[in-house]
């Protein structure tokens, strides 16, 4: 083999996610939201990130005042019961709890009145609409701040309607919002707009945490894709994130 073909026809090497440590984002709480559904699949969804070199999750069940009205006394609950399982089960990892906040009026009156969810030095995590921008985004993010709270926007690159206006990514950021990024997007999961917009995320250095956003089993095909992406490894790469600090 000549020295061009080699060179060419070498396979970039797989991503290793070890080097992130946590996972800010998931649901592995079963039967209380879209995730997973029972104890036996919430350890083969935790096994799945555990083998991907994981070595901390914070999982995050959805909070929703119209559908998932999950409190706090009740992920805390389900969070002991899944941790009695891995114990059981012999799986070394650590497991936290904080939540998904949708970005809605009823979460915007709990704030200042209900203690939040959070994970590693007080940070939120909240989603917002995929269909219309959300009206109170920047009432709740101040007021978030006020009380001590440093949020972070889910999977921002999964909002079409800023798609044409990607200067809003730089407003948020600006006003003091991280920006968590799925890893399901960078390997086009969410299509190929969403990935694109991951991409130029990473590229302008504006994402500060990686999450996984597990769900279910066929995530982990979704990650072991992601793992050859060179966004991904870009993204590792930088400074710019801080899983590996929580």
Same mark, same amino acid.
């Given at each position: 083999?000549?020295?061009?073909?080699?060179?060419?026809?070498?396979?970039?090497?797989?991503?290793?996610?070890?080097?992130?440590?946590?996972?800010?984002?998931?649901?592995?709480?079963?039967?209380?939201?879209?995730?997973?559904?029972?104890?036996?699949?919430?350890?083969?969804?935790?096994?799945?990130?555990?083998?991907?070199?994981?070595?901390?999750?914070?999982?995050?069940?959805?909070?929703?005042?119209?559908?998932?009205?999950?409190?706090?006394?009740?992920?805390?609950?389900?969070?002991?019961?899944?941790?009695?399982?891995?114990?059981?089960?012999?799986?070394?990892?650590?497991?936290?709890?904080?939540?998904?906040?949708?970005?809605?009026?009823?979460?915007?009156?709990?704030?200042?009145?209900?203690?939040?969810?959070?994970?590693?030095?007080?940070?939120?995590?909240?989603?917002?609409?995929?269909?219309?921008?959300?009206?109170?985004?920047?009432?709740?993010?101040?007021?978030?701040?006020?009380?001590?709270?440093?949020?972070?926007?889910?999977?921002?690159?999964?909002?079409?309607?800023?798609?044409?206006?990607?200067?809003?990514?730089?407003?948020?950021?600006?006003?003091?919002?991280?920006?968590?990024?799925?890893?399901?997007?960078?390997?086009? /999961?969410?299509?190929?707009?969403?990935?694109?917009?991951?991409?130029? #995320?990473? =590229?302008?250095?504006?994402?500060? !945490? %990686?999450? +996984?956003?597990? /769900?279910?089993?066929?995530?982990?095909?979704?990650?072991?894709?992601? #793992?050859? =992406?060179?966004?991904?490894?870009? !993204? %590792?790469? +930088?400074?710019?994130?801080?899983?590996?600090?929580?």
């Amino acid at each position: 083999m000549s020295f061009l073909s080699s060179l060419f026809g070498r396979k970039r090497p797989d991503a290793d996610l070890s080097v992130l440590r946590t996972d800010v984002h998931s649901h592995l709480i079963p039967g209380i939201d879209d995730g997973s559904v029972s104890i036996e699949n919430s350890l083969e969804l935790i096994k799945g990130l555990h083998d991907l070199g994981y070595r901390k999750l914070i999982t995050t069940p959805h909070i929703m005042s119209d559908f998932y009205r999950n409190s706090p006394e009740v992920i805390l609950q389900g969070l002991a019961d899944v941790r009695e399982a891995l114990k059981s089960n012999n799986i070394d990892i650590q497991l936290d709890a904080a939540a998904e906040y949708y970005c809605d009026h009823d979460f915007e009156l709990k704030i200042g009145k209900e203690e939040l969810l959070t994970f590693g030095d007080r940070y939120l995590l909240f989603e917002l609409s995929y269909l219309n921008p959300t009206d109170n985004f920047d009432t709740v993010t101040f007021k978030l701040q006020l009380e001590g709270y440093k949020p972070v926007l889910a999977h921002p690159e999964r909002y079409p309607y800023w798609y044409q206006s990607f200067d809003k990514y730089s407003e948020i950021r600006d006003k003091g919002v991280l920006l968590q990024v799925n890893i399901a997007s960078i390997a086009g /999961h969410y299509g190929t707009v969403a990935k694109r917009i991951a991409e130029r #995320l990473i =590229e302008n250095n504006m994402v500060d !945490l %990686l999450g +996984s956003d597990m /769900h279910k089993t066929s995530h982990i095909d979704v990650y072991k894709r992601a #793992l050859k =992406e060179p966004a991904l490894h870009r !993204l %590792l790469a +930088s400074e710019t994130l801080i899983n590996s600090s929580l």
